[in-house]
């Protein structure tokens, strides 16, 4: 199988009831999204590759494909703008004719 091309990164609470990260891992799955959990250290000071994906060391964080999305409320965000909306592939919607208007002004 291969793998997914989202990471969440979360912290370490063992369910999606009690902090923002859970509600990131909620749309995912609600969406039908397939995505890897990668939980990080307690300590802030310890989150050295989510420093590095976003120059800060707060989770939750979405690596989706080459997108970084920080903070739970633009995860969320994103999520219902990309997938929930139909953005999620331009390829699919020019095929589909729903991508955008080939006709001119005055057509």
């Known amino acids: 199988m291969a793998e997914p091309r989202r990471v969440l990164y979360r912290c370490g609470t063992p369910t999606n009831f009690l902090c923002p990260c859970g509600a990131a ?26 420093v590095e994906l976003t120059g800060m060391p707060f989770v939750p964080v979405l690596v989706d494909r080459d997108e970084v999305v920080s903070d739970s409320k633009r995860i969320l965000e994103y999520l219902d703008w990309r997938y929930a909306t139909g953005h999620s592939d331009e390829a699919s919607l020019a095929e589909s004719g729903t991508g955008g208007s080939t006709m001119g002004p005055d057509e």
């Open 25 to 50: 891992a909620r749309r995912l799955k609600k969406l039908g999204l397939e995505y890897r959990t990668e939980r990080v250290r307690r300590r802030r000071a310890n989150r050295p590759e989510i």
